[in-house]
């Protein structure tokens, strides 16, 4: 059903529906938002049970949480403000082409791919559904191999809210994906590593397909001189630990000021014995998805440990769980910098505290390696604020919390550099898979006449004001 040919097949239908009805009314756009909306809503249950089993364990409050609940609101706000970003927007016109008028139309691209990672298999497949099916497209969706419960759900269910020239769910292991990533998409969001999103942009650049890549990074937490330092360790280790840490906007490191690492420690232990008080057996914490990961994980702190780093327990007495893949938290000190802990994305539940001197040493490290999808800023100095978000570069910031700016569906969603490029979310996502049409309508009182051959002296002195 999903090989190649059976990939082609499906891209021509939807190709093919897409320029029958290039410009879907906004009643159509509204009812597909609707059906998505019936799908999610009534389907929860079932869907967070079917995430749950992929992962072996993964908290049900999360999947409500952190994939259904954003989803929902994401179709919400996109239902509340959809004539407003469908109306064409009028655009100002030099006094020289007055009174003629000018304006951008946006219209769907038309047959767009989305390809979803394993960590988030709902909300990042909905968040990106929510905008393509907003600005009108037709959409062939790649559920990732690692979540085949999930995949295997949300194919069923696609199937039973939608026609299947309107969206359609493709599954299917690494060499499907790199098929999908190389059909002639109108465009293609791909939400991955970094590693990934190199193969997915050089296969789509054969045909010229543009692309949004969500990819991820370092996300640096730092501590600020004037933080409200218990607050910030609670919140850095609550988002560290939502689905084991294997989140691209995870908290990666935190920069501390030097000294008070100890301190940080004794805090975290506090937060995690607060939020799960008996780890091993709390159904609020999630495993980590497969032993390939599981086993990665535990290798960054092998390798740690072997170059000298302290790995701090922060539930202490609770070890790793091989058989259910359960890794407590654990805080690393003294990592060397050739550890690959500090140069890999870490995607799970370990967390290297690296001490700064001053703020200026804390940002010349942050703005030393990639910019990173998200960063994380604590302190009360509005200056000190003020001075991070203007000399670091990041997809997206949140000041004394972490997480929380990919929830505002106002904010633009994406990477820099090599955490991403483009964006989604609200009317930036619409905008993404929007083309944009630029119009000009001349007026019938229009002096552009005087600008044509024969070029006499008329047109001399039109010119000279012009150029003045």
């Known amino acids: 059903m999903n090989d190649p040919v059976s990939l082609q097949t499906r891209f021509a239908y939807l190709h093919a529906a897409a320029r029958r009805e290039p410009n879907p009314a906004h009643a159509v756009r509204e009812r597909r938002l609707v059906a998505l909306d019936r799908l999610l809503r009534d389907n929860a249950e079932a869907i967070a049970d079917a995430v749950r089993a992929d992962f072996g364990h993964r908290s049900v409050a999360e999947t409500r949480l952190l994939e259904l609940f954003p989803s929902l609101e994401a179709i919400r706000h996109a239902r509340r403000h959809l004539r407003r970003w469908m109306r064409p927007s009028r655009r100002g016109v030099a006094l020289w082409f007055q009174p003629g008028r000018a304006e951008v139309r946006y219209q769907p691209l038309g047959a767009v791919g989305i390809i979803v990672p394993w960590n988030y298999p709902v909300y990042l497949a909905a ?164 032993e390939r990961h599981f086993a990665r994980l535990q290798g960054y702190v092998d390798e740690a440990r072997g170059l000298g780093a302290e790995v701090a327990e922060l539930a202490p007495g609770v070890p790793a769980d091989a058989l259910k893949r359960r890794l407590p938290p654990l805080a690393l000190l003294g990592v060397p910098e050739a550890a690959r802990v500090m ?96 119009v000009f309508r001349q007026s019938r009182l229009s002096g552009i006449g005087l600008f044509k051959p024969p070029y006499g002296k008329l047109f001399e002195r039109l010119i000279r004001i012009l150029l003045h």
């Open 127 to 290: 968040g990106p559904l929510v905008a393509a099916l907003a600005a009108g497209n037709r959409v062939l969706l790649k559920m990732s191999e690692f979540t085949p419960a999930t995949g295997r759900l949300f194919s069923e269910l696609v199937a039973r809210h939608f026609a299947d020239d309107e969206v359609s769910v493709v599954l299917g292991d690494a060499d499907v994906a790199h098929a999908f990533s190389q059909l002639p998409f109108d465009h293609l969001l791909f939400t991955g590593s970094t590693a990934v999103g190199h193969h997915v942009m050089r296969a789509a650049a054969d045909n010229l397909t543009p692309v949004t890549l969500e990819l991820g990074g370092k996300s640096p937490a730092i501590v600020g001189p004037g933080a409200d330092f218990a607050h910030a360790v609670e919140r850095i280790v609550v988002g560290k630990c939502l689905n084991a840490g294997q989140t691209c906007i995870a908290p990666d490191y935190v920069l501390l000021p030097a000294g008070r690492e100890r301190e940080f420690i004794d805090a975290a232990r506090r937060v995690v014995a607060a939020c799960y008080p008996d780890l091993r057996a709390t159904p609020d914490y999630s495993s980590i998805v497969n």
């Open 343 to 438: 140069h890999d994305e870490i995607f799970g539940p370990l967390l290297p505290l690296v001490p700064y001197q001053d703020l200026d040493a804390a940002l010349a490290y942050v703005n030393a390696r990639p910019r990173p999808l998200a960063l994380y800023y604590f302190d009360r100095d509005g200056a000190r604020i003020e001075r991070v978000l203007d000399e670091t570069v990041a997809g997206g910031v949140t000041i004394n919390d972490t997480i929380l700016h990919i929830a505002q569906d106002e904010l633009p969603f994406g990477g820099v550099g090599p955490s991403g490029m483009g964006c989604y979310h609200g009317d930036a996502g619409f905008r993404t898979f929007s083309a944009q049409k630029a």
